[in-house]
């Protein structure tokens, strides 16, 4: 008999082994993201939160909006969190998303070297301030990776009327890489470059650079949120990342996300009851 209940009890505690690390494992989510939510820090500020609240881990593909979008259509995760309301309403139409829900908020501004070749600091028109970059040939660095920031700089362009067909030229650098290397070469080239906010004020890295132009409402950076379809992809986690989704959304998400700062300056406003966002 005690032969037997020690068998049992070997294929229980065996069976806990196997299981409880494989349970554990289950409990995470991945997120594809942009690199303005991983590099500002703002993840790094949530995550602990959320897995206090919940024993969820998540890991963060930080990549520009088009690549996180893409990783997304693959199945290679679970819930997208990016910042190109076009391109997230695509994502949804075409049975990728369950649903496109609106987090929060923050600028882009024009940032440029502190001598001001383009004559631009203190604008808040940024057609303006493009049509005299490109008039001037003032360096400009733009990403050229798909991401949110990259989609937003070529619709200002359109917006100035300035055709790359005819105007790109050697003062024109795209990088495709994200936007703490374009804001590294800017500095390294003089150049000006559009950065989400929150990426600038968490950037150390400043030396001469400056915010040149902010406050047109064309430099708005909306931020949603989006379930993987599970009908596309039967491997998406779907009740935990409803949880990670709920609780961004949630009055103490949201207050998490108002309550990261870096010097006193808040990146990123909560606005997931704002209709239309």
Do not use: C
């Not at 690549?67 to 309301?85: E, N, S």
């Not at 383009?118 to 990776?145: C, E, H, N, T, Y």
């Amino acid at each position: 008999m005690q032969t037997r209940r020690f068998l049992a009890g070997a294929v229980v505690a065996a069976l806990a082994a196997f299981i409880g690390p494989a349970l554990a494992q289950e409990k995470s989510i991945v997120v594809a993201s942009t690199t303005s939510t991983e590099d500002s820090g703002l993840f790094g500020h949530l995550l602990p939160l959320f897995k206090a609240r919940t024993g969820i881990d998540v890991k963060v593909v930080a990549q520009g909006t088009g690549q996180a979008l893409d990783t997304a259509r693959r199945g290679d995760a679970d819930v997208v969190l990016v910042h190109a309301k076009a391109a997230e309403e695509k994502f949804v139409a075409e049975g990728f998303g369950v649903k496109r829900l609106p987090v929060m908020y923050n600028d882009f501004i024009l940032i440029g070297p502190a001598r001001d070749p383009a004559g631009v600091r203190g604008m808040q028109d940024i057609v303006a301030a493009l049509k005299a970059i490109r008039d001037k040939r003032a360096p400009f660095v733009s990403r050229g990776d798909r991401s949110g920031t990259h989609q937003a700089e070529l619709a200002l362009w359109a917006a100035a009327g300035i055709d790359f067909a005819r105007d790109k030229g050697p003062w024109y650098r795209e990088i495709g890489q994200g936007m703490g290397a374009a804001l590294n070469t800017a500095s390294a080239m003089g150049a000006y470059t559009l950065s989400d906010r929150g990426t600038w004020i968490s950037f150390r890295r400043k030396d001469d650079l400056a915010v040149a132009v902010e406050g047109d409402k064309r430099l708005f950076n909306q931020y949603g949120v989006m379930l993987v379809n599970p009908a596309k992809h039967p491997n998406v986690r779907t009740a935990l990342g409803q949880q990670f989704i709920d609780w961004l959304i949630s009055p103490e998400g949201q207050q998490a996300i108002a309550g990261y700062k870096i010097d006193g300056q808040q990146l990123f406003y909560p606005n997931a009851n704002e209709p239309g966002a």
